[in-house]
């Protein structure tokens, strides 16, 4: 695809992977809409900070203000297809996440992903949007599969006989829904769209300190002692980069074409507990006391991909390594503590 000459809408634009993401296609050229609600507009330093992000995005590559249109995907389909008429692509990234504890304790709230995503989608198909792109999540997968050892294949999907248990609680399921409401679209309607399937997705821009990297930086910036990890410390994921996961996602845009559902995640796997003290190293922390507390969510004990078919389909392998993707998340984060004047993301969100 000639970027240079495509009309891209990127829902969630203004969230961590939407923003980054947003950067990347500005920088090829693309002419990029951001579609956002921006949640928390009562949490006003999360507002401005985010908004602040967009402009700089859009600053840095000749562009005043960003193009931006705030909207509730929930309720508004309508507005969307008639906005997305005028364009090419658009990349769904928007739905409602959060940390472990979220996709564990707020099914309710994650319902909500199966309007988002029917309208997205729907509206994208009657606006004669030539092609979607939809990010998906690990959690689509059979928890009973999370397992040392094992790289969780594409095909693994409903494998278990669990009924709508067989993906990681109600947002696996609902993320697994959207998968499938595209591929029938193009069996039955011929619409042209990629999917990838996240794995455990940290960097710079991820302001909500309910996911893992995010809370243990920002308690090492605070000095806490005794420093806390939630669960076990034994919990291990394949921890991917967000520059890795974004130009996975325009490779997949750019190739696939029928729905085919494709992992995009490291298939190697660090210990919580290793990842916190690689975090404690950079920070130069060093508190007397680490602590395991158990009584909060740790999620599925191990979780790794199966990355063949990016290989194959896309020639994508993930090429930042843990360490130093932690080291500029890191920098990130003092930065903005500097920018704002705030002693901690974390009792300012």
């Given at each position: ?160 006989g669990e009924g709508w ?140 991909l199966d990355i063949t ?41």
């Amino acid at each position: 695809m000639n970027w240079k000459r495509t009309h891209v809408i990127v829902t969630g634009g203004a969230g961590f992977i939407g923003g980054a993401l947003t950067d990347k296609l500005l920088s090829l050229g693309a002419q990029v809409t951001v579609v956002d609600k921006l949640l928390h507009p009562n949490k006003s330093w999360v507002w401005q900070a985010k908004l602040q992000r967009l402009r700089e995005i859009y600053n840095k590559h000749g562009y005043g203000e960003p193009d931006l249109v705030i909207m509730d995907l929930r309720t508004e389909r309508y507005a969307f297809q008639n906005l997305a008429r005028q364009y090419d692509v658009v990349f769904h990234l928007s739905a409602l996440f959060g940390g472990r504890e979220f996709v564990d304790k707020y099914q309710t709230e994650t319902s909500e992903i199966l309007a988002i995503d029917h309208n997205v989608i729907m509206a994208s198909y009657e606006a004669g949007v030539d092609r979607l792109h939809y990010s998906s999540s690990a959690c689509v997968y059979p928890p009973s599969l999370n397992k040392p050892g094992y790289l969780l294949k594409e095909d693994d999907i409903l494998s278990t006989g669990e009924g709508w248990r067989s993906s990681d609680n109600l947002y696996g399921f609902a993320k697994l829904m959207g998968e499938l409401q595209l591929k029938v679209l193009h069996e039955e309607k011929g619409f042209k769209s990629s999917i990838c399937r996240y794995l455990t997705v940290y960097g710079p821009g991820q302001f909500d300190t309910t996911h893992a990297i995010a809370a243990l930086i920002e308690r090492a910036l605070d000095k806490e002692d005794p420093y806390v990890v939630w669960g076990s410390g034994e919990q291990e994921r394949g921890f991917t980069y967000v520059d890795d996961i974004v130009n996975g996602t325009i490779l997949a845009a750019e190739k696939i074409t029928d729905a085919t559902p494709i992992n995009l995640g490291w298939d190697k796997r660090y210990k919580i507990k290793d990842v916190a003290k690689m975090i404690l190293e950079i920070t130069g922390h060093k508190p007397n006391q680490i602590v395991f507390d158990r009584s909060k969510p740790e999620g599925p004990f191990s979780r790794a991909l199966d990355i063949t078919r990016a290989k194959q389909l896309l020639g994508w392998e993930p090429k930042v390594d843990l360490y130093d993707g932690l080291a500029r998340t890191v920098e990130w984060h003092k930065e903005l503590r500097e920018k704002y004047k705030i002693p901690s993301l974390a009792r300012h969100e």
